[in-house]
């Protein structure tokens, strides 16, 4: 199985995840604990290279490629 990062949340003093995930049992996890600041900060950082990755000039190229 390839490394996956999970979202989850604690509830009540168990760790929740948001989605549902057929783990069997004994799989062995890391988990780490984000504070809201480390959360902030990791999406900030994803946001602005997803930026740079999706809204470049080099992608226009390949758009008028398309058009043709």
Same mark, same amino acid.
């Given at each position: 199985?390839?490394?996956?990062?999970?979202l989850a949340t604690v509830?009540?003093?168990?760790?929740?995840? /948001?989605?549902? !995930?057929?783990?069997?049992e004994g799989t062995r !996890?890391?988990?780490?604990? !984000?504070?809201?600041? $480390?959360?902030?900060?990791?999406?900030? /950082?994803s946001q602005d290279s997803?930026? /740079?990755?999706? $809204?470049? /000039?080099? $992608? $226009?190229?390949?758009?008028?490629?398309?058009?043709?």
């Amino acid at each position: 199985m390839l490394p996956q990062t999970l979202l989850a949340t604690v509830h009540e003093g168990r760790i929740q995840l /948001a989605e549902n !995930l057929d783990l069997p049992e004994g799989t062995r !996890l890391l988990i780490t604990v !984000l504070s809201e600041t $480390d959360v902030e900060f990791w999406t900030a /950082a994803s946001q602005d290279s997803l930026a /740079a990755v999706w $809204d470049n /000039a080099e $992608d $226009d190229a390949y758009a008028q490629l398309l058009e043709k």
